[in-house]
């Protein structure tokens, strides 16, 4: 049985329904598809533009296509997909309201994870050093960062509401412990908006 080592693929993985057919948009190694292929037994699909990332899912046998997510719209039919997932990739994207929107189109239900900029450290760090943030979740500094579209949990939540788009579970996650080689997280409920550096929504639009 193959095992997930990051604890927002886990969360993820327990939002797809086995025997689905899923798409994962910046699939990265493909680590996450590789789980969900050999456990859940689903038909999964990745896109990414990294050529190493590539041929990482390759030799995973991921079924994978070499793409740039900023070039919309995808060459695939409405709701060809039970579930399209993007996870921590939104930032870095050109156009993240028009992703959300294709995730949608071809997509049953999607699945966005992303980090969030509204946590309480980081307004502490502007305020107290006037600085942009580092984090463990962002860890770039503003001049080699491909993050161009920060967001908070406040912000996604106020853009699915003035698009109509409804919200069927959000999860929310904050730092529990680091050890040596990663780092733990915890789901919370209480202040997510400052307390979780990272989110999860699953979303569909009628």
Known sequence: MIRLKKTIHQIIAEEIPENSTVLDLGCGNGD??????NNKNVKGHGLDINSNAIINCIEKGIPVIQIDLNNLPL?????AFDVVILNQTI????HPD???LEMLRIG??????????????IRFGFLLKG???????LPYSWYDTP??????IKDFKDYCQKNTIKIEKEIYLAKSKKNRNSIDYKKIKLLPNIRAELAVFKIFKK
């Open 32 to 37: 996450l598809l590789n789980y969900l292929i």
């Open 75 to 79: 060459d695939f039919a409405g709701k």
């Open 91 to 94: 930032q870095e994207v050109l």
């Open 98 to 100: 028009k992703i959300i």
């Open 108 to 121: 049953k239900t999607a699945i966005l994870g992303f980090p969030n900029f509204g946590t309480i450290n």
């Open 131 to 137: 600085k942009m943030p580092v984090t463990q979740e």
């Open 147 to 152: 993050n161009i579209h920060l967001l908070t």
